[in-house]
């Protein structure tokens, strides 16, 4: 498959990672406030080696986490797309999708919007049957994004992270999911 490169909707650009994106985002990585609903904040060298292992998902997958840009400023803002679940999971294999936003551009609806325009990708572009999303249980503003795009949550789903020891509190993890016929109804609802 033919990587999908690019997405647009009506204020961000969906695209590929340039060299010059790495700045921003380690800066983002690094933020606590961005980082407070995972492990720990990322360094310089793990915010890069993140961007080679999303690089490598286009590569493979033809699709995967794209960088945001706003129109208006050409701001580099954080990524939002679509991964394969790469962890044992009964609800796997499944794609999910994700998001990371600079603390500034909170509050906007950026998100919600590149992730609406990454589950049409999903649907209308890829063929998938359904996406899948996750988070820590306490991550309840991720939770409104899913539910602002039309996710359910599946209470039978909800799992603890295999790659979270037992006593970390952010192991506890809550499922949502959308599948096609979801998103159809979304969009002529």
Known sequence: MKPILELESARLLLRQWGDDDLREFATLCADPQVMRYFPAPLSRVESAALIGRIRGHFAEYGFGLWALERKDSGAFIGFTGLMNVNFNAPFAPAVE???RLARRHWG??????????????????LGLNEVVSFTTRNNLPSQKVMQAI????????????????????????????????????????
Do not use: K
Not at 108 to 125: H, I, V
């Open 108 to 125: 906007l609806g950026f998100a919600s919007e590149a992730a609406w325009t990454s589950l049409r990708c999903a649907f209308a572009q």
């Open 150 to 189: 039309g996710m359910q949550r599946d209470l039978a789903g909800d799992f603890e992270h295999p790659r979270l020891t037992a006593d970390d509190p952010l192991r506890a993890h809550v499922l949502y999911r959308i599948n096609r016929a979801q998103w159809l109804e979304t969009l002529h609802g």
């Open 97 to 99: 999708i994700g998001w």
